[in-house]
């Protein structure tokens, strides 16, 4: 349990529209985490940093707010029915709304969305500056990562996937794929090769040793 002396108690306070519940961790880069609740009944986890900053006020109920008269006042550039803010939401909401599917694997991980980006317009502005097309997925280059400018490209779906945790790079004969496009390589099964990188196998064994199924290459 995080000491109270260690940090400053903002239960009960509100800000914005998040009134602050109780403490529920620290961040990956040791910031306190409040779980909130939102006027709107939304519970979600802010880091205290952000509360205290001004720069998250909602659930993300606000932004929705903003974008909806933005739409109304801008055309559909700025549409909350676009595959652009979509994407935008979704990454907000896997990293700060706790009921949400994936927050285990983002914010339960530490995982944020940076200031500047909590904004729509400023991450559009940057996601069109960068190469974004419909049909693209932001992708963090670090899996570590936070999403944030720096750390942030767009990527087909076939390529975000080879870009996944559990989806390792293997260099071998002049070459580095993943273990999923090393298994369609040789013909071996993925799970097979998955299995033999976390026993530990070199990966000169763990390419060349031979399955019943396996194809030559």
């Not at 979509?86 to 995982?111: E, P, V």
Request: charged letters at 25%.
């Amino acid at each position: 349990m995080i000491s109270m002396k260690r940090y400053k108690d903002l239960s009960g306070e509100k800000f914005g529209r998040l009134t602050c519940i109780k403490v529920v961790g620290r961040s990956a880069n040791r910031c306190v985490l409040w779980l909130c609740k939102c006027e709107c009944g939304e519970k979600v986890i802010i880091k205290s940093n952000c509360l205290l900053t001004g720069n998250t006020r909602s659930c993300g109920c606000l932004q929705k707010e903003v974008a909806r008269r933005l739409c109304t006042l801008r055309g559909k550039h700025y549409s909350c029915e676009t595959s652009l803010y979509r994407s935008w939401a979704h990454m907000k909401d896997r990293c700060h709304r706790l009921q949400a599917t994936d927050f285990k694997n983002y914010g339960g991980r530490g995982i944020e969305v940076c200031a500047e980006w909590i904004d729509f317009v400023s991450f559009q502005k940057w996601a069109m500056a960068h190469g974004y097309q419909d049909g693209l997925t932001i992708e963090r280059i670090d899996n570590n990562g936070n999403y944030e400018p720096r750390n942030c490209r767009w990527a087909t779906r076939k390529e975000q996937g080879n870009n996944k945790r559990n989806n390792r790079s293997l260099s071998f004969a002049g070459q580095t794929m993943s273990i999923g496009e090393w298994a369609k390589r040789i013909g071996v099964n993925y799970k097979t090769l998955y299995t033999r990188f976390y026993q530990g196998w070199s990966v000169e064994k763990l390419l060349t040793t031979p399955t019943r199924k396996s194809a030559r290459w």
